[in-house]
């Protein structure tokens, strides 16, 4: 995998991705950004809440479980120092459809975060990762 990251000004950069999609990421104004996209440091939790909403709606689908949608939010704290490491992460999902069973979305939640998140292993290497999980009726 190669991607391409290509300064505008300031702390602004684009990212190219593998698969031919850009976005925009800028800093802070008081950092000299324009507040133009994502900092970089939110870009790796967008990236463990897509990885992990990915899997979890994967193994249910194929458990053939009526889900209608899924939701993941995301809490992070990161060291006070340099290089200000995410110390401690907490995703919650929350995942609605028609009689879920409990015991499959928490084998969902667990197989995403155990064996299959890229993202979600390779940040708890750095951070201590909590999972939580609420189920909703669509």
């Known amino acids: 995998m190669k991607t391409r990251i290509q300064w505008l000004e300031n702390v602004a950069f684009v990212g190219e991705s593998p698969s031919g999609h850009a976005l925009v990421m800028d800093g802070a104004p008081e950092q000299g950004g324009r507040?133009?996209?994502?900092?970089?440091?939110?870009?790796?939790?967008l990236g463990l809440g897509g990885c992990t909403a990915f899997d979890v709606v994967q193994i249910l689908q194929k458990a053939r479980q009526p889900i209608s949608d899924c939701e993941v939010e995301i809490s992070a704290e990161r060291a006070e120092d340099f290089p200000k490491v995410f110390t401690a992460i907490h995703v919650h999902f929350i995942v609605t459809g028609d009689k879920l069973s409990e015991k499959q979305v928490a084998r969902?939640?667990?197989?995403?975060?155990?064996?299959?998140?890229?993202?979600?292993i390779m940040l708890g290497k750095t951070a201590r990762i909590t999972h939580d999980f609420e189920i909703r009726t669509a």
Do not use: T
Request: aromatic share 4%.
């Open 35 to 45: 507040n133009l996209g994502p900092r970089p440091m939110e870009m790796l939790l």
């Open 108 to 120: 969902a939640v667990d197989l995403s975060a155990e064996k299959y998140c890229s993202a979600s």
